[in-house]
């Protein structure tokens, strides 16, 4: 391995420690702002909300296969998310599904 990737994964590393570090050692013990807590409540989501506009924003719904394993697999993030409330386990089976539907029910043409 280079010495130049070296230095790009340590940087990688430290610049990733100190962004989770820097909220302890700035708030330390003390009761958090206001603001923190509710950007800590409403970020996530309205982060996931982008993420699934920007992936769904190329749909074509007027050609096959009308966007089917798109939607399928959305539907399945948000049923098992409401069962489970687990956002890991539901993204990885919204991924399974749409990869298992893509290369089999709706094949690329």
Known sequence: ??????LIVATV?????????????????????????YLGR???????????VYCLKGLDLTKFPFGLAEIASVALVALVH???KNALLSIFLGTA?????IRTAFPVL
Not at 1 to 6: D, L, N
Not at 21 to 27: K, R
Not at 42 to 52: D, F, K
């Open 1 to 6: 391995m280079s010495t130049h990737a070296v």
């Open 13 to 37: 590393a430290l610049v990733t420690w100190l962004t989770r570090a820097l909220p302890f050692a700035v708030f330390g013990r003390r009761r958090l702002p206001r603001i923190v807590v």
């Open 42 to 52: 409403v970020l996530p989501p309205a982060i996931m909300a982008a993420l699934v």
């Open 82 to 84: 409401l069962w489970k």
């Open 97 to 101: 599904c749409y990869m298992i539907l």
